[in-house]
C-alpha cells in the first residue's frame, strides 16, 4: 500500500473516489479506468515506489551504500 486514501489517490490522478474504489475493488464488470486515470495511477505508484502487484520496492543495496 502506497499509504494513501482512495480519496487522496483519486485527487491526484483526477478522477472521483468512487472511480478509484470500483478500480481498487477488482469486481467483474468494474469500470476500465481512462487512460488519463490509468497514466495518472501508474506516475503515482512510481513515485511511491509501488510495483504493479501493489508491492513497494526494496531499496537495493547500491542505493543504501
Known amino acids: 500500500h502506497s499509504g494513501l486514501t482512495q480519496n487522496q489517490i483519486a485527487q491526484a490522478v483526477g478522477c472521483s473516489q468512487p472511480n ?26 512510481a513515485k511511491h515506489g509501488i510495483t504493479p502487484t501493489g508491492t513497494k520496492k526494496r531499496a537495493s543495496k547500491e542505493a543504501s551504500a
Not at 469486481?27 to 505508484?45: E, F, R, V
Open 20 to 45: 478509484i474504489a470500483m478500480i481498487a475493488s477488482k469486481k467483474s464488470g468494474a469500470i476500465q479506468p481512462t487512460l488519463k486515470t490509468a497514466m495518472g495511477l501508474i506516475d503515482l505508484a
